[in-house]
């Protein structure tokens, strides 16, 4: 007998909760613990009296599987609202990285020159190495990393996504 | 600044009175050193009677029986660290099985956590994802708002456990407290009444329905006295069979011509049948446990299934339903009697649904192989339930071949008079939920169907029946063996009884007697009645040590990753031997 392997689409969640201590706790533990993915997971806090935060998940699985995560992830006590952004409709997902890459002549002028195409900024520089910082959506971000591999990529760090709906509404 | 200066309490003081602002007339708990100043107060406060166990679990598994035989919450009290993780298992159980409960537990001072601190242990973590909310409480100011909150969380929508952890440091300091003045903000809302136009589709669904079966659960035990009684008229007016999961036996009458006995598993064959022959399955506060469905591709495959739960995780869980209706089950049955009899709707003719019921009745699933010179199993609890019926009493089971023959052969007329565990299925649950449904229920009988294995996880309660002198019954089917193990060791792993041997047996007359209660022992099928007489006409605690056929197995039985269908009646249908599928689904 072998382990079966489940077909998974990909759904960004957002999660409205109440920002106490073991909030992140509970929900990230209720996806280890019910067996869920979780491919990113961002988490501030949203409100001017700092007592709601904005969680936002990209998690994977089959249909019936992210109807439940969504329904246990409302079953939790301090989570008020979760809307699936995936199924909702047209929305923008963002996320930032940071990419430090270290090489001196042909290759650094190459990642220069590619990051100025990837409208990705240098927050800072050394003789031999510059940080990059990227926002877009997580295929630019990929792809762009892949690209900073070839000329000397030393280390990145991403936030992972924060995402809205598009237009007047809230989601 | 306040115009009203308010006297400043103890936190261990505040949370008394917020307990008894809750309605808390009984605690069953154990002190320790991070709960000394809770004792301490508890001592001052008479209103509250503290139930005083011998093992923490003991404590929980006692609350549990509190709660599910007189639909209040259950509290436990218990100290830090050990305390704490003791009654992890009765959380966990109050969890699966949906029972309203607050846990309050002891905890190091706020400057110690997280310091490895004596008696220390995160509480809050372990209990995360086996609680429906827990408090870390670091201020008193904040007690009686949580214990609020804590109260309404546990009881209200699906019920469920419920833990407060409080540092010794805040049961010490004070803060100011006014009972009346702590409405907890309402951020936790249930469903209630069901959307009125799926209702309305799902009242149209059963009058339709030319075989139709009413699929019930703990669910309508949760919502009250009520929903039982909904249920009845529900069944009356559409003529639909009814039958039950382990968890909602006792909300619908046995003696009713229209119950088929318990579904699944160890289900009676009528109710899988029909179960698996619908044509509408109206699914109410039930969860389509694994113990019920069986193979879930081959489970009811050509039903319109419509699901009415309170708790919206629960649909579409393991079975894609044609209609969810997320509301409270009493209210949601309440409300389809009302159109069904505002739109003056007549149930379909269902003589043929019935015959076929009939059909499947004649197999007589429950039927066993008599004997007279050994007691067998199902004989000694149909022997208690005969004896017994009269006096309607509360019945609690520990786990295994014992509890599915309970569910099998007692039967029951109304709710809250059947305590087992069902989800978590532990064993050592049912003496201390005797023990705390005997606290609820003065007056009652209360029976702990045991098996001799089951019995010796929690035997150190004995103590607590003595100490509060609770005329508790442990009737315990003494085969010898973990049954049920054993059971399934002989149908899947070809009779190798690995470990299945309650070898090294206490003899449990000897016991009662040391702990000052009555012992009897009975293994002669003609004098079982009058044992059973005797047991009865004691007015304190007795254990029955009823010794019954060694090797009888509990059937009928649906082998796991087996359909409805697949229904094993008895022992000469088994293979002795299962396939890696098979055996990786128990």
Redesign the interface.
Same mark, same amino acid.
């Given at each position: =007998?072998h382990i079966k392997e489940e077909t998974a689409e990909r759904h960004v969640l957002t999660l409205t909760v109440?920002n106490e &201590? #073991?909030t992140l &706790? *509970?929900i990230a #533990? =209720?996806f280890t &613990?019910r067996g869920y993915n979780i491919d990113s997971l961002t988490v501030a806090d949203i409100s001017e009296d700092h007592a709601i935060s904005r969680i936002t998940i990209v998690t994977k699985g089959p249909p019936?599987v992210i109807?439940?995560i969504i &329904?246990?992830c409302? *079953?939790?006590?301090?989570v008020?609202k979760v809307t699936d952004l995936t199924d909702a409709g047209p929305h923008v997902e963002r996320e930032l990285a940071l990419v430090k890459v270290a090489g001196a002549g042909d290759k650094r002028v190459e990642a220069m020159r590619l990051a100025d195409i990837y409208r990705a900024r240098v927050i800072d520089a050394t003789v031999g190495s510059f940080i990059f910082e990227i926002t877009g959506g997580p295929d630019k971000i990929d792809t762009f990393v892949a690209l900073m591999r070839e000329v000397g990529l030393v280390e990145v760090g991403r936030t992972g996504i924060v995402g809205l709906m598009r237009g007047s509404e809230a989601s | 600044m306040r115009n009203r200066k308010l006297a400043e309490k103890s936190g261990a003081d505040i949370l008394i009175e917020a307990l008894i602002a809750q309605g808390v007339d009984t605690v069953f708990g154990y002190p320790g050193g991070a709960v000394l100043p809770i004792y301490d107060a508890l001592f001052q406060h008479p209103k509250i009677r503290h139930v005083l166990v011998r093992h923490e679990a003991g404590a929980a598994h006692a609350a549990e029986g509190y709660a599910r035989s007189t639909g209040k919450p259950g509290v436990v009290l218990v100290t830090s660290g050990p305390g704490a993780t003791n009654a992890v298992t009765g959380i966990a159980d109050a969890f699966m099985d949906s029972i309203p409960m607050v846990c309050i537990t002891g905890q190091v001072a706020t400057n110690l956590i997280g310091s490895d601190a004596f008696q220390e242990a995160d509480t !809050?973590?372990i209990t /995360? $994802?086996c609680t429906? $909310? %827990?408090y870390?409480v670091k201020d008193p100011a904040e007690l009686g708002a949580v214990v609020a909150e804590a109260f309404h !969380?546990a009881t209200q929508g699906r019920p469920g456990p419920v833990v407060i952890d409080i540092p010794k440091n805040v049961q010490v300091a004070t803060a100011e407290f006014d009972h009346h003045g702590n409405n907890a903000a309402k /951020?936790?809302v249930p469903a209630g009444d069901a959307d009125f136009a799926a209702i309305t589709q799902a009242v149209e669904l059963l009058a339709k329905a030319k075989a139709p079966i009413l699929y019930t659960g703990g669910g309508i035990v949760n919502s009250g006295p009520d929903a039982s009684a909904a249920l009845r008229e529900l069944a009356a007016l559409s003529g639909a069979p009814v039958t039950s999961t382990l968890m909602g036996l006792g909300s619908f009458p046995a003696s009713d011509p229209a119950w088929l006995g318990m579904l699944g598993m160890h289900g009676t064959y009528e109710a899988n049948m029909a179960m698996n022959q619908c044509d509408v399955m109206l699914c109410l506060g039930a969860r389509f446990d694994d113990r019920v469905t069986g193979r879930l591709d081959a489970f009811s495959p050509n039903s319109i299934k419509v699901h009415i739960d309170i708790? /919206?995780?629960s !649909? %579409?869980?393991t079975v894609?339903v044609d209609l969810p209706i997320v509301a409270d089950v009493g209210k949601a049955i309440r409300q389809m009697i009302t159109i069904w009899n505002s739109r003056k709707l007549q149930a379909q003719q269902l003589d043929e649904w019935w015959a076929r019921i009939k059909g499947w009745r004649s197999v007589g699933s429950l039927n066993y192989p008599a004997s007279q010179s050994e007691i067998m199993p199902q004989y000694a609890i149909e022997r208690l339930y005969q004896l017994t019926k009269d006096k309607a009493p509360v019945i609690t089971t520990e786990v295994g071949q014992h509890q599915m023959w309970a569910a099998q052969h007692f039967h029951f007329e109304s709710p809250n008079k059947w305590l087992t565990s069902g989800g978590l299925g532990t064993m050592g649950y049912g003496l201390p939920a005797a023990i705390g449904a005997q606290m609820g229920n003065p007056d009652a009988l209360v029976i702990d169907i045991a098996g001799e294995a089951s019995i010796q996880m929690n035997i150190q309660e004995m103590g607590t029946a003595s100490q509060y002198r609770l005329p508790v019954k442990v009737f315990i089917l003494n085969n010898e063996w973990m049954g049920m193990v054993r059971q399934w060791q002989q149908l899947t792993y070809e009779s190798r009884y690995s470990n299945s041997y309650s070898d090294s047996l206490p003899d449990f007359v000897a016991l009662a007697e040391a702990y000052g209660w009555k012992g009897i022992r009975c293994d002669d099928p003609s004098k079982l009645d009058d044992a059973i007489a005797e047991m009865l006409a004691y007015d304190g605690p007795v254990m029955f040590d009823c010794r019954v056929s060694k090797e009888a197995n509990c059937f009928p039985m649906i082998p796991s990753g087996a359909a409805h269908t697949e229904m094993i009646l008895h022992s000469d249908e088994v293979s002795g031997t299962m396939d890696?599928?098979a055996k990786?689904l128990v």
């Open positions: =007998m109440d &201590a #073991g &706790a *509970r #533990g =209720m &613990a019936e109807d439940q &329904a246990q409302e *079953r939790l006590v301090p008020h | !809050i973590g /995360r $994802h429906k $909310h %827990n870390l !969380i /951020r936790y708790d /919206r995780s !649909i %579409n869980k894609r890696d599928e990786a």
